[in-house]
Nanobody, 121 residues
Framework: QVQLVESGGGLVQAGGSLRLSCAASGSGFSTNAMAWYRQAPGKQRELVASITSGGYTNYADSVKGRFTISRDNAKNTVYLQMNSLKPEDTAVYYC???????????????WGQGTQVTVSS
């Protein structure tokens, strides 16, 4: 069983920066795509950024130019560098890993517990 542990959330003023980390624990698997989602109060969860096993990235239009997703395969970790933060970025951020167990023939998605990001004006 894979477990994802998130860190790096907190309170920051508008224009500030935060870096979120999400590390997978466990063994016997390889990681495919990684992604960050967020959910603001009263809103649906939305995809913020994703990165494939080959390093290709995609971003929501609202964060392009401000957020950067990256991964460290040796550490089974995904990062989200958030710069020029705005109050509308306030949300709970969740990481998601798609993994394949060694010898397996299909992939499974795992979610982190969520970390709160609050941006004050």
């Amino acid at each position: 069983q894979v477990q994802l542990v998130e860190s790096g959330g907190g309170l920051v003023q508008a224009g500030g920066s935060l870096r979120l980390s999400c590390a997978a624990s466990g063994s016997g698997f390889s990681t495919n795509a990684m992604a960050w989602y967020r959910q603001a109060p009263g809103k649906q969860r939305e995809l913020v950024a994703s990165i494939t096993s080959g390093g290709y990235t995609n971003y929501a239009d609202s964060v392009k130019g401000r957020f950067t997703i990256s991964r460290d395969n040796a550490k089974n970790t995904v990062y989200l560098q958030m710069n020029s933060l705005k109050p509308e970025d306030t949300a709970v951020y969740y990481c998601k890993f798609r993994v394949t167990y060694y010898g397996g023939t299909y992939s499974i998605d795992y979610w982190g517990q969520g970390t709160q990001v609050t941006v004050s004006s």
